[in-house]
């Protein structure tokens, strides 16, 4: 590995990844208007606090169901197709929740639908990128991707509702669809004409033994499940999010200030990536392990509910200190053999909403009996020793590389 950080130039002058990177753009936009939309839209029908907040729940169920089965299609399958059918079966399902006379069970289900195919598309993406970025640019590629997201959770919290009141709920809906439609447009002729499926016999393979493959991979290798287990680590520093609404009530701030606490995270993660951009690859790697204990550790003060403009400042240096996660993301696909990438990478989307969703049902439960502000310092303290774990394990994990290689279903070591 070069210890010359790579620059957005450089990742940007791959023709392959910047079709991909706008094809990531429409659907960011568009999934914010839908997400909007979709709360907006339960709230009116149904004026339940409970059952909003019950929808919202519901799109961390599909990604943990569809990253632990769906994720090998990816694997099975060309990954340029696989992103192309995911994204075309969202803009049916979309079109279908744009009916104004779909019942709101019926509209929930199809949201459950789309939220499932999200798992196989995002496994081929990240799947896809190492055979476009090499090195310290693979790295950057993933950061780029997810500053994109980031900015488009900003971006979307302070103006996603005033486009859905402006457009309708239809309207934005129908967007989200053909923003999806431009994603797998952009996708089909942006990408290489034709990559064959990573592995020539998988596609004779049954789903269940694909998905056998890419656990086995991933228990096999101390490496991987010291990352997975870094990277699970932030359901615990997710825990402000989801508590965000009566943590300002407990402060005493009004209803206007949701919106710095919901945004101080994605703003820090922003800034934090592009402070890792400056960093040499080698000592990235060093700190990915420490930044990844201070992410949680920093919320330790919030337990003594300080005034919202030390709060924002708290919650957005935990983000920047999340930042570490586009190196986790990057070493994790590295490791991982070329043809189980897309399964290994849905065991890890899988295991990461899994604690994240985990974490804030806990959170909301626990809001009954306790405030808000003490739940977030316990969940700090937790996230803190759980992340110092994690870091140790790797750390010895990563000093055996050559004794403990990754195994494939059969038991057989593979090139990794």
């Known amino acids: 590995m070069s210890s010359s950080p790579a620059s957005y130039r450089d990742v940007f002058a791959v023709r392959e990844f910047r079709w991909l990177w706008l094809a990531h753009v429409l659907s960011v936009v568009g999934d914010q208007l839908a997400r909007v939309a979709i709360t907006i839209l339960v709230y009116q029908r149904t004026e339940s606090a409970g059952l909003t907040a019950l929808t919202y729940a519901l799109t961390y169920v599909p990604d943990v169901v569809g990253g632990a089965t769906l994720a090998g299609l990816a694997d099975r399958f060309p990954r340029r197709r696989v992103m192309v059918v995911t994204d075309l079966g969202r803009a049916v ?33 990240q799947a896809a990128l190492p055979d476009m970025l090499a090195g310290d640019r693979l790295t950057l590629g993933l950061g780029v991707i997810s500053i994109t997201y980031q900015g488009g959770l900003v971006v979307g919290f302070g103006a996603g509702a005033a486009l859905v009141a402006e457009l309708g709920i239809s309207t934005a809906l129908l967007i989200n669809a053909g923003t999806f439609i431009g994603s797998a447009v952009v996708i089909h002729f942006g990408l290489s004409l034709y990559r064959p499926a990573p592995h020539p016999t998988d596609h004779v393979l049954s789903q269940w033994k694909t998905i056998k493959a890419g656990w086995a991979v991933v228990a096999s290798d101390a490496r991987l499940r010291s990352l997975m287990a870094i990277a699970c680590c932030s359901g615990f520093y997710v825990v402000p999010e989801g508590l965000a609404v009566p943590y300002a009530a407990q402060i005493g701030a009004g209803t206007a200030t949701v919106g710095w606490l919901l945004a101080a995270n994605p703003i820090g993660t922003v800034i934090g990536m592009v402070i890792l951009r400056r960093i040499s690859p080698p000592r990235r790697l060093v700190l990915m392990g420490p930044l990844a204990v201070c992410s949680s550790l920093v ?68 809001a009954q009996f306790l405030p808000p502000a003490t739940i977030i310092a316990f969940a700090a303290v937790l996230g803190t020793l759980a992340a110092a774990v994690a870091t140790a394990r790797w750390r010895r994990s990563a000093s055996s590389r050559a004794i403990h290689p990754p195994r494939d279903e059969t038991g057989e070591d593979v090139a990794s």
């Open 93 to 125: 399902l979309l079109a279908l929740m744009a009916l104004p006379s779909a019942p709101l069970a019926a509209q929930a289900a199809l949201l459950v639908l789309v939220r499932l195919f999200a798992a196989p598309f995002s496994s081929a993406r």
């Open 299 to 366: 919320l330790l003060p919030t337990g003594w509910a300080p005034s919202v403009v030390i709060t924002v400042t708290l919650w957005t240096a935990s983000g920047i200190f999340s930042a570490h996660d586009m190196v986790t993301q990057a070493t994790y696909v590295q490791i991982v053999p070329a043809h189980r990438r897309g399964q290994a990478i849905g065991v890890a989307i899988a295991a990461l909403r899994a604690a994240q969703g985990l974490a804030i049902i806990v959170a909301g439960m626990l």
